[in-house]
């Protein structure tokens, strides 16, 4: 009998579920395609992600369309003043039949977790979030509970200056990889939104375009993108030259530096690569660096800002060359 070959449905590429998942979610977040590719490469660079900007402008429709894309479970929680700890990380309840306590899991326990307008629960239900974006579990009443991979908190606030907010501390914010801000959409993305209002198109009813599991490869990838040994020295000059700006009271942490690495792994993948180049760190620097430095109060007297900071020193420390 002559054997036939079987049909094989051919693997999607790293760049192609990539591009699957920009396209999906820019159906509801329209002239943004820069901050939606930041998105991505934050998830699969394992951080968290700060979205800050004036209401109205699509934070939340872009947090929801990136959770929607994926077939995966996420959970919504709308910080508010009277907001309690227990409210995320879920509570312990007496059984009568057993006489145990069952823990009840909050909305924490989900792959992606959405909160909403963090800034406006008090410092101590935003200290909840710490551990389980740090070290990727729970402690309640002295039992660790593991939280499963991938894990992301997608957090938006308003501009500290509105009334009814609490700024983030430092330690919560150095936590978050990237920070954006959307803005204003252009003439032709604001009509664009005006076009497609009414057709139905909204982060509720996105389909999921990869899975878990196709998540989890890309993620695999993302930590086998080679850094060269010159470009681990860039990232470290340029923490150094951080903590010696004289504008800089608050240079890069350790931690930041990680995290750079982290996502300049990932925004080479994006691009096709399985290598890293000077061009990936300058593409993510003011997304990763600008919300972790803590500028001098006189030299923001003088209008220094943490983007020229950034700026500043990605143009003061040298770009390594060679292979």
Not at 24 to 49: D, M, P
Not at 55 to 68: D, N, R
Not at 101 to 126: C, H, W, Y
């Amino acid at each position: 009998m002559p054997v036939t070959a079987e049909a094989t449905t051919p693997v999607p590429t790293f760049a192609a579920l990539f591009e699957a998942i920009s396209d999906n979610i820019a159906q509801v977040v329209h002239g943004k395609r820069n901050e939606i590719e930041l998105a991505v490469i934050c998830l699969l660079a394992e951080g968290h992600l700060l979205i800050e900007d004036v209401p109205g402008v699509g934070k939340t429709s872009l947090a929801k369309a990136l959770a929607a894309s994926i077939e995966c479970t996420w959970k919504r929680v709308q910080f508010t003043p009277d907001l309690l700890p227990t409210d995320l990380v879920g509570v312990s309840i007496w059984q009568r039949s057993t006489e145990t306590f069952d823990f009840r899991p909050g909305p924490l326990f989900a792959n992606i977790v959405l909160a909403d307008e963090i800034n406006r629960a008090s410092p101590k239900t935003q200290s909840a979030l710490l551990e389980a974006m740090e070290e990727r579990q729970i402690s309640v009443e002295g039992r660790s509970h593991p939280l499963s991979p991938p894990f992301m908190v997608i957090a938006t606030q308003n501009p500290i200056e509105q009334e009814g907010t609490y700024r983030l501390p430092e330690s919560q914010l150095d936590r978050f990889l990237l920070r954006l801000s959307l803005g204003y959409p252009s003439r032709e993305a604001e009509l664009s939104i005006l076009d497609v209002q009414g057709s139905g198109t909204t982060p509720a009813n996105l389909g999921a375009v990869v899975t878990v599991a196709e998540v989890l490869a890309m993620i695999d990838a993302v930590r086998g993108v080679h850094l060269a040994s010159p470009l681990k020295a860039y990232l470290v000059d340029l923490a150094e030259f951080s903590r010696r700006h004289p504008g800089i009271a608050l240079g890069m942490s350790p931690r930041a530096t990680l995290q750079l690495a982290r996502a300049v792994r990932a925004t080479a993948a994006a691009r096709g690569r399985n290598f890293a180049t000077p061009d990936d760190v300058k593409s993510v620097a003011h997304a990763v660096l600008c919300h972790r430095l803590v500028l001098r109060p006189d030299a923001m007297s003088r209008g220094l800002t943490a983007q020229q900071a950034v700026t500043e020193i990605l143009a003061a420390v040298p770009i390594p060359s060679g292979n």
